[in-house]
């Protein structure tokens, strides 16, 4: 079985910081694009960053200067530090990964369990 595992979340005041991660585990071959999701109550999903299997990030506007997304391609595990948090970045947030499984090859698209992420005021 194939699956992604997140952690980190939890409650945090306004201007702390929390780190997620999330592990890609299972008959994995490789694990293209990475990346975080985030849903907050009454809202759609919505990116909040990704990275490339080479390292290249990309963020919302709304987290720039704030969230760092990284990645560590032998432990198939990609990172989102979060700093400077505000009390509009409460959400569930959603690790997404592409994947190549082992033989027979397949490629999907997986999507964690989500992580609640709360920022008070």
């Known amino acids: 079985q194939v699956q992604l595992v997140e952690s980190g979340g939890g409650l945090v005041q306004a201007g702390g910081s929390l780190r997620l991660s999330c592990v890609a585990s299972g008959s994995i071959f490789s694990v293209n694009a990475m990346g975080w999701y985030r849903q907050a109550p009454g809202k759609q999903r919505e990116l909040v960053a990704t990275?490339?299997?080479?390292?290249?990030?990309n963020y919302t506007d709304s987290v720039k200067g704030r969230f760092t997304i990284s990645r560590d391609n032998a432990k198939n595990t990609v990172y989102l530090q979060m700093n400077s948090l505000k009390p509009e970045d409460t959400a569930v947030y959603y690790c997404?990964?592409?994947?190549?499984?082992?033989?027979?090859?397949?490629?999907?698209?997986?999507w964690g369990q989500g992580t609640l992420v709360t920022v008070s005021s």
């Open positions: 997404n990964a592409g994947v190549i499984t082992t033989l027979p090859y397949r490629s999907l698209e997986l």
């Open positions: 990275v490339t299997r080479g390292g290249i990030p």
